[in-house]
């Protein structure tokens, strides 16, 4: 989906107001819940889904988490190998969710972007993670008749320009020590989810 299209100005949209708490505990207590009216905003509307779905893994809601995604999204981790399908990301984590600990990403800062017609949206966000620091999230949802659902998420780590040639060199060094010993590297993706639990092994997803 086109990302650049529309010439409306960036908006930083604050965390989502304290009025939703009550109805976040609501779902994450019983996922079949109603879902509630969407902000007349449609900015915040996106917002508060984003948010939404932060707070399902972090409470290792699954049902929760996945009922957010578009069924064609894609979403792309931080290794070259991750571009899963929903169905491709939801077998990766479910032991991780099905533990009741999946990941915690805090959004510190947003912005949005509406397309003239009001049916597509586009976002970029700093996140706080306890596993990878800083990091960045952008991505794109879609208006649909149970409201924004999100079609891509593109999960990213930046790296300062001063340290730049440091790990473009590395990884250059690590692609050539894979390649002598017949492997691919990132054949084992990395993952959002909290170090402490080791990554189980699967199959990468196809190279777009």
């Not at 929760?64 to 064609?72: I, K, V």
């Amino acid at each position: 989906m086109p990302l650049h299209t529309a010439n409306t100005p960036s908006v930083e949209v604050n965390p989502v107001p304290s009025v939703f708490s009550f109805l976040w505990l609501t779902l994450a207590a019983n996922p079949a819940a109603p879902v509630p009216a969407a902000p007349a905003d449609p900015k915040v509307a996106v917002a508060t889904v984003l948010d939404d779905w932060h707070r399902a893994a972090a409470a290792a809601n699954e049902a929760r988490y996945f009922a957010l995604f578009t069924p064609d999204a894609v979403f792309m981790g931080t290794d070259g190998t991750e571009r899963w399908t929903v169905d491709q990301f939801r077998a990766w984590s479910k032991p991780y969710f099905s533990k009741g600990k999946a990941w915690s990403f805090k959004s510190l800062s947003r912005n949005v972007f509406l397309a003239k017609d009001g049916q597509t949206a586009w976002f970029d966000e700093a996140l706080d993670t306890p596993n990878l620091g800083p990091a960045r999230g952008s991505g794109v949802l879609v208006k649909e008749p149970a409201g924004w659902r999100i079609a891509q998420y593109n999960l990213s780590v930046p790296i300062p320009n001063d340290l730049m040639g440091e790990v473009t060199n590395r990884v250059a060094t690590y692609t050539k020590a894979k390649a002598a010993q017949g492997t691919t590297p990132g054949a084992t993706p990395a993952t959002p989810a909290p170090k402490a639990a080791p990554a189980p092994k699967t199959t990468p997803a196809p190279k777009p």
